[in-house]
Structures are given as C-alpha cells and as structure tokens.
C-alpha cells in the first residue's frame, strides 16, 4: 500500500514567541512526526549536555557555530544527527554533546510523536 503525507502549517505561541509548526503524518496509520523550530524544541528540553571545547580547536584558536538536523523521538532522545554546517574540529564535540540530550514528549492529539529541528552549538573561546 502506498503511503502518502500530509501537511499542516500551525501558528503557534510559546513564550510569547509566534512560531510556525509543520506538522507531518503519513497518512494509512504510520506515527506522525512533527518539524518545529530550534527555539520551540529548546522549550522541551529537559537535559542539556555542554560540549566539551577540543583541545586542537582551542590550540588554533577556532570559534563559530555547528548547526545540526536531529530527529527527537517520541520518548525524547536524540536521534539521526546531521551536521548541516560547522567547522570540522568543533563538529564532533558538537554532535557527542547533543546526542546526550534529552527532550519532554512533543504530543500531537495526547500522544508522543517523533520531531525534527536544528540544533546550534556556539563555540566561543574566553579571553583572560
């Protein structure tokens, strides 16, 4: 049997932040998945692990950012980890920091579901 999806794009307010909500089921009883923006997936977060700084990226100086693509599941932990930019000696701190995080249930109806956002990771060395 074919499966199909559909869509529906929700406005929705969250701490006095408006954001868009897409949410995704496949259609013939397949469990529905949501994609919601990084600052209301940040709104679920229940455990947050810090990255540890590497110690080459520190040596030569590297800052910036590492956005990754997760997939939360509908018990909250982190699933399927792309890197989708970031320098290559902070990517890996990166991705080992936010695999350990851990997420309340996004419900769609009273029921868990799987969730997809981005993640951003700041790296920034302190000046003494």
Same mark, same amino acid.
């Given at each position: 049997?074919?499966?199909? +999806?559909?869509?529906?794009?929700?406005?929705?307010?969250?701490?006095?932040? =408006?954001?868009?909500? #897409?949410?995704?089921?496949?259609? +013939?009883?397949?469990?529905?998945?949501?994609?919601?923006? @990084?600052?209301?997936? &940040?709104?679920?977060?229940? /455990? %947050?692990?810090?990255?540890?700084?590497? *110690?080459?990226?520190?040596? %030569?100086? #590297?800052?910036?950012?590492?956005?990754? &693509?997760? @997939? #939360?599941?509908? @018990?909250?932990?982190?699933?399927?980890?792309?890197v989708v930019s970031g320098d290559p000696l902070? /990517?890996?701190?990166?991705? *080992?920091?936010?695999? &350990?995080?851990?997420? $309340?249930?996004?419900?769609?109806?009273?029921?868990?579901?799987?969730?997809? =956002? &981005?993640? =951003? #990771?700041?790296? /920034?060395?302190?000046? $003494?």
């Open positions: 049997m074919k499966s199909t +999806h559909a869509f529906l794009r929700l406005l929705v307010c969250a701490g006095g932040l =408006t954001v868009t909500v #897409i949410l995704m089921a496949q259609v +013939h009883g397949a469990p529905a998945r949501v994609r919601v923006s @990084e600052k209301v997936s &940040q709104l679920f977060l229940l /455990t %947050k692990v810090a990255p540890q700084y590497p *110690d080459e990226a520190r040596a %030569k100086h #590297i800052e910036g950012s590492v956005v990754l &693509q997760s @997939e #939360i599941s509908p @018990e909250g932990a982190v699933e399927n980890l792309m902070l /990517t890996a701190a990166a991705t *080992d920091a936010v695999k &350990q995080w851990k997420y $309340k249930p996004y419900l769609l109806n009273g029921k868990p579901v799987a969730v997809e =956002t &981005q993640v =951003t #990771i700041n790296f /920034t060395l302190r000046t $003494k």
